[in-house]
């Protein structure tokens, strides 16, 4: 299975940090936030990785090269200066990503998630992984049932932790540029082809120069 980093976002809340240093490249525990998600997924058996980028992105593809030195084979899709959103960004690095299954993640969280499970989980049209609300997002974003299928209306409402698995169907007839990922999900939710699964493990949205200090000890800790 292949999977894509999103590192596209120009990070504004980041700022000045984000000024000369595209956001996935800042460091926590001395290494670059995108090279800890890409030694997870090497280590997890994904080795073929897309990654998009906008905003200096560049920086990326000169830091990262072929992936070769982390055991990886690394394809970039460039999107210009200023990004082409979450599903934009997808649907312009499709030609990447194959006609098969294909694991996306965030490039902007870091997480103990078990990334090597996603190997053989069936997958409709897609598969979204939920976490507990964050304080920063106190409402969430969508609903598990009790048979893994995921609504956007219900009870208890989780929030979506930027790693989800997809078909490529979930995209077709989509026209290429700036476009988000939420209307399509719900789309899918409407007919059912949306599963998912509650992790409850360590997650966090590095967004702010306070989460990305949080991040830095918590991996000098060892954590």
Known sequence: MKAMILA????????PLTDHTPKPLLKAADKPLL???????????????????AHLGQQIADYFGTGAAWGASIRYSPEGDYGLETAGGIINALPLLGDGVFLVVNGDVATDFPFASLHQQAVDLAHLVLIDNPPHHPAGDFALSPDGKVSEHGATKHTFSGIGLYRPE?????????????????????????SGQYYGGFWMDIGTPERLAFLDGYYRQGA
């Open 170 to 194: 979930l995209f077709r007839g989509q026209a290429p540029g700036i476009s988000k990922l939420a209307p399509l999900l719900r789309r899918a939710m409407t007919a059912g082809q949306v």
């Open 35 to 53: 090279e800890h998600t890409l030694r997870q997924l090497v280590s997890a058996g994904f080795t073929e990785i897309v990654i998009n980028y």
């Open 8 to 15: 596209a976002g120009r990070g504004e809340r980041m700022r």
